[in-house]
């Protein structure tokens, strides 16, 4: 390929694929330019995020703190979501206050990511022994996967949502029939999970909890 340069007009020459072509040239420039321009918008922004963030000390109390400061002789709802902490929350639960616990709901976060199968409409009025029939077609109707920690044992689930519905069985004294375990249509295969459980007979504490 040749170059001709008359007065201010440059003339490109050549022949097959290696023939320069001016429009892909530019659109690489720009793509150079565009790529540099957000790297360096990004990196300014998190600059401007992250150096204005503030470190703060905060005193932690167990759940039982709670209870024993308000003299609390019921606690109709455990509702947790504490990022990752989820079992450090139910281990500050002494014993003698675990039958004060009506009800429990919270998120937790499940490494192995796969957590407890979908389970049909069939196995789960099955399973959930002692619910009404109204409450068991509610609870399949929501669009999401739900099954008892009865449902699943045979394919235990690994990592923290096993150690979560163990402690709430073990620990809580939960009826294993009571405890249900769902994931939000759009999370699976993630390692978010939702856990609810309840000592009332047909009460759907997933329910309330989705409205709070």
Not at 176 to 188: D, K, S, T, Y
Request: proline content about 2%.
């Amino acid at each position: 390929m040749s170059r001709l340069r008359a007065a201010t007009r440059t003339i490109d020459a050549g022949s097959g694929s290696s023939a320069f072509n001016p429009f892909a040239a530019v659109a690489r420039l720009l793509a150079r330019l565009a790529r540099a321009v957000f790297e360096t918008l990004v990196t300014l922004v998190l600059r401007r995020i992250l150096g204005e963030r503030e470190t703060f000390d905060c005193p932690l109390v167990t759940v039982s703190d709670v209870i024993d400061a308000h003299g609390l002789s019921d606690v109709g709802l455990l509702k947790v979501d504490v990022e990752r902490a989820e079992l450090d929350v139910l281990r500050g639960v002494r014993e003698e206050h675990w039958p004060l616990v009506r009800q429990v709901a919270m998120e937790v976060h499940d490494g192995g990511g796969e957590g407890v199968a979908s389970t049909s409409s069939a196995s789960l009025a099955s399973s959930a022994a002692g619910a009404s029939a109204s409450s068991a077609s509610k609870k399949t109707q929501t669009g999401k996967r739900r099954t008892t920690v009865a449902d699943a044992a045979a394919p235990s689930t690994a990592g923290r949502l096993e150690e979560v519905t163990s402690l709430l069985v073990n620990a809580g004294g939960f009826d294993p029939r009571r405890i249900f375990v769902e994931q939000h249509a759009g999370l699976e295969g993630s390692t978010l999970w939702n856990v609810y459980a309840t000592r009332a007979e047909g009460y759907d504490v997933a329910s309330s909890y989705d409205g709070a």
